[in-house]
């Protein structure tokens, strides 16, 4: 959706910037779909999971995260991306298949020539709520204020994703072309 607004700063049109926001799993994959407007303004477009069974095989679990994702970048068609990040895990078990599903998603987010923004939970709690060590609750009730919604979002993943989405936002969306060119070389 490649919607024009009407407002114009320094002579130039404001197009609206599609984000799409990742919390890999392998169980379950959030996604969040943003719209950053301007300045500090979002609007709400889809969240959700992707959910694979645990009797499939890796093999099968990855090629449905990579089928359902690729269905979801064509039907919203996001410009940019976040993605949670792999921190510290406890579980070396855990952490393989989390870092397997990262590399399916960050292998099909560049198929579509969308290049990931990778952020920790740490930062994403930070540019939500203000506080880099906020607890769950606060960072879904932030998501909601943000994005003008009555209630937080479920399931958690989903509202994860929409986290990630409006970090990578106000990360980037806040940078001209000018700046962007800069930061590049």
């Not at 406890?90 to 990778?118: D, M, S, Y």
Request: with cysteine; aromatic share 6%.
């Amino acid at each position: 959706m490649n919607t024009r607004l009407n407002t114009a700063t320094d002579s130039q049109e404001r197009v609206p910037r599609r984000i799409m926001g990742i919390d890999p799993g392998t169980a379950t994959v959030g996604f969040g779909i943003v719209d950053w407007i301007a300045g500090d303004s979002f609007k709400y477009i889809s969240s959700g999971v992707i959910t694979t069974p645990k009797t499939m095989e890796p093999a099968n679990r990855l090629k449905m995260i990579r089928e359902d994702l690729s269905c979801l970048i064509e039907e919203f068609a996001p410009g940019q991306c976040g993605v949670e990040a792999i921190f510290f895990f406890k579980n070396a078990k855990t952490v393989i298949p989390v870092a397997q599903a990262r590399g399916v998603i960050l292998e099909t987010l560049a198929t579509f020539g969308i290049i990931a923004g990778e952020y920790t939970p740490m930062q994403v709690k930070l540019h939500v709520t203000g506080y880099g060590k906020a607890e769950k609750p606060e960072v879904q009730w932030a998501v909601a204020k943000m994005l003008k919604l009555e209630t937080i979002v479920k399931p958690d993943d989903a509202s994860d994703a929409l986290a990630i989405a409006l970090t990578h936002a106000r990360l980037t969306c806040h940078l001209t072309p000018q700046i962007l060119a800069r930061v590049k070389t």
